[in-house]
């Protein structure tokens, strides 16, 4: 059982459309982390949120922590081929301790 | 700024062979985590280290797997006698000291056991 889910799976857009992929759990999480992984790399982290219903931009990409501090969304403005990539979301749970991460978002963007 | 390096990022052994991939974190960095990636799999928590102490290893395999991180050097994760199950993408990752939540990545190794 996963503790956090991510969704959709795969998603394969069109350069210059918006999407938005989703991270879920059960389970209250004091942070959350958004990493984007390039095939035959380690992920890169792109942003950290702390607060529940904190908004973060980082140029074309939006993400915002869940007032429960149970979920967070990554929203992609104009999306670019460079944009391409599988996206995770990670984060220590309130009752644990180890660093979780939610299986992916596969990303393509075709020009 | 250097960030997390690790090598050899491409390792191939045979099966009964040992496996040694070392992580050096990034400077100022006293934290170490190892993540084990399979294919089209997420990242699984192994181990969490500091200088010359095992924090967490709740995720490691009972046998053959074992990890150090010494007063000096880089942190070494240990496969021993591998077999086939071990292939993967091996992660390390490091954080500054008395935070979990923000970890830094390097580039991986992919072990190949024939």
Known sequence: TQLLEQSPQFLSIQEGENLTVYCNSSSVFSSLQWYRQEPGEGPVLLVTVVTGGEVKKLKRLTFQFGDARKDSSLHITAAQPGDTGLYLCAGVPNYGQNFVFGPGTRLSVLP | ?114
């Open chain 2, 1 to 114: 700024n250097a960030g997390v390096m690790q090598n050899p990022r491409h390792l191939v052994r045979r099966r009964g062979q040992e496996a040694r991939l070392r992580c050096s974190p990034m400077k100022g960095h006293s934290h170490v985590y190892w993540y084990r990636q399979l294919p089209e799999e997420g990242l699984k928590f192994m181990v969490y280290l500091q200088k010359e102490n095992i924090i967490d290893e709740s995720g490691m395999p009972k046998e053959r797997f074992s990890a150090e991180f010494p007063k000096e050097g880089p942190s070494i994760l240990r496969i021993q006698q591998v077999v086939r199950g071990d292939s993967a993408a091996y992660f390390c990752a490091s954080s500054p000291q008395g935070t979990r939540e923000t970890q830094y990545f390097g580039p991986g190794t992919r072990l190949l056991v024939l």
